[in-house]
């Protein structure tokens, strides 16, 4: 399955040049980009399903993108859409990963879902992103602010432990794991 076509001046390290063509599983294109030198000049983009997405956006920079107001803020939000919705997101268990981008004026859109878990909460989780007060501080490539896809991974963990029998040992309690 082809992935990614494009000229190199050096396979190790990789080192592009020219146009650059990526793939999507699917076969559809990803993008076209064009790099000098390794640096990324200019990009066209497409979602999946062939619909196009933002065009130049960096995927590597100089400085990444920071909401202003801090993760504590971004996670409690989140969470806030969460139960306000009544997701019992204890008993979720997985990683889900959204992707959107962080534009120059350091507002965000384009969200798409690079890795889900459960559509209810994905939708839930774009809504809280959308809705969230506060602005990005932009990434820099260059000295110069430029869109950047960004990857925000949110982690579900649930333990379930099933007690069938304690066993004492020295005083302390030891619980089997299914």
């Known amino acids: 399955m082809l992935i990614r076509k494009g000229e190199t001046n050096s396979i190790v390290p990789l080192l592009l040049e020219g146009q650059v063509t990526e793939y999507y599983m699917n076969g559809n294109v990803k993008s076209i980009s064009i790099f000098e030198q390794n640096q990324l000049i200019s990009n066209k983009n497409w979602l999946e399903n062939g619909i196009e997405y ?3 956006i960096y995927y590597s920079v100089d400085r990444y ?4 107001k801090g993760n504590d803020v971004l996670n409690k939000h989140i969470m806030h859409v969460l139960k306000l919705n009544r997701v019992d997101y204890s008993a979720l268990t997985g990683k889900l990963i959204i992707g959107f981008v962080v534009f120059e004026d350091g507002q965000i859109g384009g969200f798409k879902i690079v890795k ?3 559509q209810r ?3 839930l989780v774009v809504h809280a992103l959308r809705t969230l007060k506060g602005d990005w501080q932009p990434a820099q490539l260059n000295g110069k602010k430029v869109r950047f896809f960004q990857k925000f991974p949110i982690n579900f963990i649930h333990d379930n432990f099933q007690v069938e029998f304690f ?3 020295s005083g302390m309690v030891q619980i089997e794991r299914e």
């Not at 993108?65 to 202003?68: G, I, K, N």
């Open 116 to 118: 889900g878990i459960n």
């Open 167 to 169: 066993d004492f040992y």
């Open 54 to 56: 933002f065009d130049n």
């Open 65 to 68: 993108p920071v909401f202003v």
């Open 121 to 123: 909460v994905e939708e």
